[in-house]
């Protein structure tokens, strides 16, 4: 489960710009803060990478798993 998560976290890390803000609330939750002009579609294009990453196997231990991901997108003001 561990090494799942650090997997987790890296492939997340790769989808994210330098700017941005990316932690784990807990279990396997994670947050970001993407600041971004009104118009701007990089909310759009990071959400797309995130599932592009997860549409690949984790090799774990010689074991091979896939994960399903969820992501919820919600801007301010």
């Given at each position: 489960g561990d090494?799942?998560?650090k997997e987790t976290a890296e492939r997340l890390h790769r989808c994210f710009r330098e700017k941005d803000f990316i932690a784990r609330l807990g279990g396997d939750e994670f947050?970001?803060?993407v600041n971004h002009h009104?118009?701007?579609k990089t909310?759009?294009?990071i959400a797309q990478r995130i599932l592009h990453e997860f549409n690949a196997e984790f090799n774990i231990s010689?074991?091979?798993i896939s994960c399903k991901i969820s992501i919820g997108l919600s801007t301010y003001p």
């Open positions: 090494d799942l998560l947050v970001a803060i009104i118009n701007d909310p759009k294009s010689e074991l091979r």
